[in-house]
């Protein structure tokens, strides 16, 4: 019998791609996480002022608002928000350079495993990274 651990933190998922967004909350919710989700930059941070999260996770390339627009407006409302910037892109690196460059804890490059992702997720929770 397999038992799921209970939910130990509040993870916003935005991406504007549908597959990966659902396979991110697939994830992360059977790894006992809350997760909450948005379609673009703009979605998640109506998200974010309607509820606290503990870590987000942000795809960097987006309509309507990108995750570069998107980590800044984050962080300049919230500055110890934790951030983690998802990314698979042809330019990936310097997406992802960015997004630390504006405050996100951590980068993963497109296709993220399962293990990366939970692994990456609980070393933000508790402030490795």
């Known amino acids: 019998m397999t038992t799921v651990p209970s939910p130990s933190a509040v993870i916003l998922v935005v991406d504007d791609d549908e597959v990966m967004r659902d396979l991110l909350r697939r994830v992360l919710e059977r790894s006992g996480y809350e997760v909450v989700t948005a379609t673009d930059g703009r979605d998640g941070v109506e998200r974010l002022r309607r509820r606290a999260v503990d870590v987000t996770i942000t795809d960097m390339r987006m309509p309507v608002m990108d995750g570069i627009e998107f980590i800044q407006t984050l962080v300049a409302e919230q500055p110890s ?49």
């Open 81 to 129: 928000i934790r951030i983690i910037a998802v990314s698979g892109v042809d330019d990936w690196d310097n997406y992802l350079k960015t997004a630390r460059s504006l405050g996100a804890k951590a980068v993963l490059r497109k296709p993220v495993g399962s293990a990366e992702l939970v692994s990456t997720v609980k070393r933000v929770l508790m402030g490795e990274c």
